[in-house]
């Protein structure tokens, strides 16, 4: 079965420096999403990305977190430089746009990246 | 902005008893899904309700979406140890691409 796939599975930082992590969607997805959650808590939403361009973002996203698809399979997000509270479980997800009704879609999620902050 | 709450934040069943987990959106939805993690995983879906007043069967799991759309429940029959992990409800409102979370629900099951 198709799977979103991340990387790297655990990213160990120091605060200020800036970190990048990778998503690979499902190939023949269209819409594509970061997720954060912090350890114990829910799952936050962050950004959504379609046609090469954010669609929505959240008050979490600031101008400290971009995204891009710089090639036609990899979906990143960078922290420019980052904080203790940013160390969270990052969750790329992506959905295949069914007759154009997002609502009606699946969100299939990576295995998520986990920064930690130091 | 949009909050979707669920209770009990946690249980601990004994297996074989049932388990339900609520949730409560402040605004009406468009759908709501349903996500299992396991510790230290990431979100599983489970399902995806749009009708209101839908009723969905997996087996042991009996998932509703309230008429208002603005409610779920989650139940499991007769749990087993598999069952163990944090159940979230998520909704889609509106046009909106994102999946707002609910807080989750962490089901212990013992023998």
């Known amino acids: 079965e198709p799977e979103v796939t991340q990387t790297p599975s655990h990213q160990v930082t120091q605060m200020g420096q800036e970190v990048i992590l990778r998503c690979v969607p499902i190939?023949?997805?269209?819409?594509f999403y970061w997720y954060r959650q912090i350890l114990g808590q829910k799952v936050e939403f962050l950004v959504s990305?379609?046609?090469?361009?954010?669609?929505?973002k959240s008050e979490i996203f600031d101008d400290q977190f971009s995204v891009e698809r710089p090639d036609g399979s990899n979906f990143t997000l960078k922290i420019r430089s980052t904080k203790l509270e940013d160390s969270a479980m990052y969750f790329c997800?992506?959905?295949?746009?069914?007759?154009?009704?997002?609502?009606?879609?699946?969100?299939?999620f990576g295995a998520g990246t986990r920064l930690s902050v130091l | 902005g949009q909050q979707v709450m669920q209770i009990p934040q946690y249980q601990h069943v004994q297996e074989g008893e049932d388990f339900t987990t609520y949730c409560n959106s402040s605004?009406?939805?468009?759908?709501i899904q349903w996500y299992k993690q396991r510790p230290g995983g990431h979100p599983v879906f489970l399902i995806q309700?749009?009708?209101?007043?839908e009723v969905k069967k997996q087996k042991r799991l009996t998932f509703q979406f309230g008429e208002a759309k603005k409610n779920s429940s989650l139940h499991i029959t007769a749990t087993q140890t598999t069952d163990v992990g944090t159940y979230f409800c998520?909704?889609?409102?509106?046009?909106?691409?994102?999946?707002?979370f609910g807080t989750g629900t962490r089901l212990q099951v013992t023998l």
């Open positions: 998520a909704g889609l409102s509106g046009t909106a691409s994102k999946l707002t």
């Open positions: 997800a992506s959905i295949f746009l069914l007759d154009g009704e997002l609502a009606k879609n699946i969100q299939y």
């Open positions: 990305f379609y046609n090469n361009e954010i669609s929505e």
């Open positions: 190939s023949n997805h269209l819409y």
């Open positions: 605004t009406t939805l468009s759908n």
């Open positions: 309700l749009v009708k209101s007043g």
